[in-house]
């Protein structure tokens, strides 16, 4: 009977460990996820600030448009050539 005890406590407690691991993998993927968000967000405010300095004082228009036709492109691709990751 001791031993039975014995093995469900070493069951149980090897349970939490890898529990536990398993949540701090999680937090540590969180946070490699938000830095990842911050540096892509860095990235496009910078590439947004030297647009204006190539081509004139203003920010790239919503859409990219020709005369007859919809908007054709997205202001994400203005900024394209000037970010660098």
């Not at 949540?23 to 892509?40: F, G, L, P």
Request: hydrophobic residues 45%; proline residues 7%.
């Amino acid at each position: 009977m001791g031993d039975g005890w014995m093995v469900l406590g070493f069951v149980g407690s090897s349970a939490v460990t890898l529990l536990y691991f398993g949540i701090v993998a999680m937090d540590v993927q969180e946070n490699t996820r938000k830095s990842r968000c911050a540096y892509n967000l860095q990235q496009i405010g910078l590439a947004m600030h030297q647009l204006p300095e190539a081509i004139t004082n203003l920010f790239p228009p919503a859409a990219i448009t020709d005369r007859t036709h919809p908007p054709l492109l997205s202001w994400r691709v203005a900024i394209l050539p000037y970010t660098w990751s």
